[in-house]
């Protein structure tokens, strides 16, 4: 079950250290923020303390790491630290800093979630707000040999696979299949870079932080001594040395595909930008920041066009039901051929999404247009209600507590297409307010393909039910 709640921290947690690229001595707070406020960056150290929220549109480089700049204010390096914050389900905080750049600790997310874990997690009295990819979303960088894709799925699930041509690195792929895996299985990964891209770095002004502790180097040739002292003299170390592992200073990795788990790292923490937790597989073959920033514009734009969207539940047929029918209808008072509801795949105290599936043998077709059948629109709300009826149900006790509910009323029906046989009518009702009295307001909607179809304000009463006699 995903986190439902929006969050922020319960008080401020501070870091330091220094930049990557910049060398310098950076002072972090993390703050509390309000719900529905989002990640805010703020330059503690510049007139008048801009601040600007962490954004996809704010994106101004992405040559050696992530870099935000807008109200005169610039932040670099953002990617591990927005990363950590997605696998905590931090969703509003305000980034106190004053430098221009984030700093780069281990390498990793782990440390951000270290310190934030200390500090904990506050939820919010507001939801959280998904979005669900309703369709195939791709992104193909012919000039990197990059390509990234987004498909539909009930959750977030990333793959990501490198080929760097590289006899030490070989080719790697690493998955993350639940966002509640990603502090053990992907924070402590370190970012990573070869040997031939130190020098370049060292004479463009940049990896003045950087150190053989807070990134992997890759070496994939033999190094003469001079060029070992050079090296040395950058990491300002007594000693550089490579052995059999192609590893600087043969760093132990933490895992195998230690360079594949850090590139989904910087995926998420790039995808993150675009503002919303999201429901979708993505495939990134050889990602960077620059397709990953343009692959988070992409579905921005998406968000933007299918506003709508937001919160639209995912069906996916190959998962198991939270409730099958049997359990359903143990719970409610309806049989067949009125019993409308063939699946619940999620349930909490606050919302349900179930599951009709729409088939051209059901009853009503004989009479109701049978020679262009069409699903009632009545009875589309009837099955809204029944579904939300088993919400309702579960939470007085499940079916030994033997609970009906009747309708109250009906408020703002809509029906917005048609519903045909051959359809799947993905229903989602969610808590207005708290159940009393036995009265149960709710908000209904109803999907097909991703597209609303019927949408509801309903109330009904719990009452005990009648024993037949």
């Known amino acids: 079950m995903y986190q439902e709640n929006q969050q922020t921290v319960k008080g401020n947690v501070e870091i330091k250290g220094v930049g990557l690229h910049t060398g310098e ?6 703050k509390p923020a309000q719900a529905g406020s989002g990640i805010r960056f703020k330059r503690t150290d510049l007139e008048g303390q801009p601040e600007f929220k962490a954004d996809v549109d704010y994106v101004v480089d992405t040559s050696r790491g992530t870099t935000l700049e807008h109200n005169g204010a610039r932040v670099a390096t953002v990617e591990h630290l927005l990363a950590s914050f997605y696998g905590l389900g931090l969703d509003n905080a305000l980034v106190e800093i004053d430098g221009g750049e984030v700093p780069i600790l281990d390498g990793s997310a782990f440390q951000f979630m270290e ?9 919010l009295d507001a939801k959280r707000v998904f979005i669900s990819i309703g369709e195939n979303i791709e992104l193909i960088d012919e000039e990197k040999g990059a390509e990234i894709v987004a498909t539909p799925a009930a959750d977030l699930r990333i793959t990501t696979m490198i080929d760097f041509n590289s006899h030490v690195l070989g080719t790697q792929n690493a998955f993350l ?7 053990k299985e992907i924070s402590p990964c370190r970012t990573f870079c070869f040997l031939h891209e130190i020098e370049q770095l060292h004479a463009n ?17 033999v190094l003469a001594q001079d060029e070992l002292n050079r090296i040395a003299t950058i990491f300002n170390k007594k000693d550089i040395k490579v052995e059999e592992t192609g590893i600087l200073n043969n760093i132990k990795l933490h895992f195998p595909n230690e360079p594949a788990r850090h590139k989904l790292l910087d995926v998420l923490g790039d995808l993150s930008l675009t503002g919303y937790p999201i429901k979708a597989n993505i495939i990134a073959y050889r990602p960077g920041h620059k ?30 039901p939270i409730f099958d029918v049997n359990y359903i209808a143990k719970l409610l008072p309806h049989r067949y051929p009125f019993l409308l509801v063939d699946k619940i795949i999620e349930l909490s105290d606050e919302h349900v999404v179930g599951v009709k599936n729409i088939t051209f043998n059901e009853p009503e077709f004989t009479g109701h247009f049978p020679d262009n059948p069409i699903f009632p629109g009545v009875l589309q709300l009837e099955a809204m209600a029944q579904c939300g009826g088993v919400m309702a149900l579960n939470s007085q006790g499940g079916p030994e ?5 009747y309708f109250l009323k009906i408020d703002n029906a809509k029906f917005k297409r048609m519903v045909v046989p051959g359809d799947t009518l993905i229903m989602k009702l969610e808590l207005k307010g708290p159940i009393r009295r036995g009265i149960c307001e709710m908000r209904g909607s109803a999907y097909v393909a991703g597209q609303l179809v019927c949408e509801a304000d309903l109330m009904a009463q719990i009452v005990p039910r009648k024993e037949e006699e």
């Open 401 to 405: 507590k033997k609970f009906d509910t």
């Open 291 to 320: 397709t990953n920033v343009e692959f988070a514009k992409i579905i921005k734009k998406y968000i933007r066009k299918n506003k709508k969207m937001l919160g639209v539940p995912v069906y996916d047929p190959t998962q198991p």
């Open 25 to 30: 001595k950076v002072y972090m707070t993390i």
């Open 205 to 221: 002004n940049l990896i003045k932080g950087g150190d053989i502790d807070n990134a992997i180097v890759v070496v994939d040739r």
């Open 177 to 183: 299949k639940n966002i509640k895996d990603f502090k």
């Open 115 to 123: 310190a934030i874990e200390k500090v904990g997690l506050e939820e």
